[in-house]
C-alpha cells in the first residue's frame, strides 16, 4: 500500500496552523495564584505583597553585607556606594510613567508589583533619607523598620477589610437590598 500524496493527507494537529486573526490568549500566572482575586484588585494585593517581600529581603541581603559574609557587597558605582532606594525611586518612576496610559489587567498586576517593590526599596531606607545620613544600622534606622511595619499591618488590613465589604455588598444587592433572602 502506497502512501498518499502529500496534497492527499490533512495536515496533523501540530503542523495545523491557526488563522492570523485567532489569537491565542494565555492564562495570566497571578489568575493561578491569587484566585478569585478581582483584575482591579489584584495590583493592590501584589503591591502588598512585593513591599512586604522585597522589605524582608532587603533587609535580609544588608544585614549579610554588614556581617561580611563572602561573595555579598554594596553595590557601588566609581567607588561611590549605590543605596537600593536610588534604584526604588527609579522603579517608581518606570511605574508611574507606564501608569499613564491605559493597560490590561495582566500589565496592572505586574505594575502592582513593581510599585510595592520600589516603594520597599524607599521605605526601607526612610531614616537615611529624614536624617540625610547613613544611619540604617543605627538606632535611627528604626524610623524606616517602624514606617514598613506599620504600612505592612495598615495595608494589608484595609485589604482584608475592603474585600469583606464588598463581598457584603454584593450579596446584598443579590439578595434584594436589604441582606434578607426572601425566604
Known amino acids: 500500500m502506497t502512501p498518499p500524496a502529500p496534497s492527499d493527507r490533512s495536515p496533523s494537529p501540530r503542523t495545523r ?4 486573526s485567532a489569537r491565542t490568549t494565555h492564562r495570566s500566572p497571578w489568575l493561578r ?11 493592590f494585593v501584589l503591591a502588598w505583597w512585593g513591599f512586604a517581600l522585597t522589605f524582608g529581603g532587603m533587609r535580609l541581603l544588608t544585614w549579610l553585607i554588614h556581617i561580611d559574609v563572602a ?3 554594596d553595590v557601588q558605582a566609581g567607588g561611590v556606594h549605590i543605596h537600593h532606594y536610588v534604584w526604588g525611586i527609579v522603579l517608581l518612576a518606570v511605574v508611574g510613567a507606564a501608569g499613564l496610559v491605559n493597560r490590561s489587567a495582566r500589565a496592572r498586576a505586574w505594575m502592582g508589583l513593581a510599585y510595592g517593590v520600589g516603594t520597599a526599596l524607599v521605605v526601607d531606607e526612610a531614616a537615611l533619607l529624614i536624617s540625610l545620613e547613613d544611619v540604617y544600622w543605627d538606632t535611627e534606622g528604626w524610623i524606616s523598620i517602624a514606617l514598613a511595619i506599620a504600612l505592612i499591618a495598615v495595608v494589608g488590613s484595609v485589604l ?3 474585600r469583606g465589604r464588598r ?10 437590598g436589604d441582606g434578607s433572602t426572601g425566604e
Open 17 to 20: 496552523r491557526r488563522p492570523p
Open 33 to 43: 495564584l491569587l484566585p478569585g482575586i478581582s483584575s482591579q484588585r489584584r495590583g
Open 71 to 73: 561573595g555579598v557587597g
Open 160 to 162: 482584608a477589610v475592603t
Open 167 to 176: 463581598t457584603a455588598a454584593k450579596d446584598r444587592d443579590r439578595h434584594g
